[in-house]
């Protein structure tokens, strides 16, 4: 019994390596990176994510309780109160919506964002010409 376990492993072992070092094998095929991880490091405005969305244009967009961070390329670029028209810094989610081509993005005050990828700027959402900060969700 103990020769069938040895027998076994070995066996497992010679099998793996020729998945791995085997010229056609399909894992050879996989792309050495399959993504990048970002981090306060490379400039997220926060390591507390709270959301996540992709745009058209393939930026992904990271809501933290800190900013509204945009990131392409290896490069973030974080949007906050300070530094552009969003209206709170703790954000509680984002989605994109592809048919208007805009980020909507949800503070923690209750306030809707919405960023227009066209235009690349913010304007407030608002309903029959009121400020909407009840907003239950989004994404």
């Not at 069938?4 to 050879?28: D, E, G, H, N, T």
């Not at 095929?29 to 399959?34: D, K, M, R, V």
């Not at 984002?94 to 235009?119: I, Q, R």
Request: net charge positive.
């Amino acid at each position: 019994m103990k020769h069938l376990q040895q027998y076994i492993k070995w066996l497992q072992l010679l099998l793996l390596a020729a998945c791995v070092f085997w010229p056609k094998s399909p894992l050879r095929a996989l792309p050495q990176s399959l993504g990048h991880t970002f981090c306060l490091g490379d400039g997220l405005s926060n390591g507390l994510v709270v959301g996540m969305a992709l745009d058209g244009q393939g930026f992904v967009w990271v809501a933290t309780e800190s900013g509204l961070n945009r990131v392409a390329g290896g490069k973030v670029i974080t949007f906050k109160t300070s530094n552009s028209s969003l209206r709170c810094d703790e954000m509680v989610g984002v989605c994109y919506h592809a048919k208007s081509n805009t980020v909507w993005a949800y503070g923690k005050n209750g306030m809707l964002d919405v960023f227009h990828c066209a235009t690349q700027r913010f304007s407030h959402a608002t309903a029959e010409g009121k400020t909407l900060n009840d907003i239950a969700a989004v994404g």
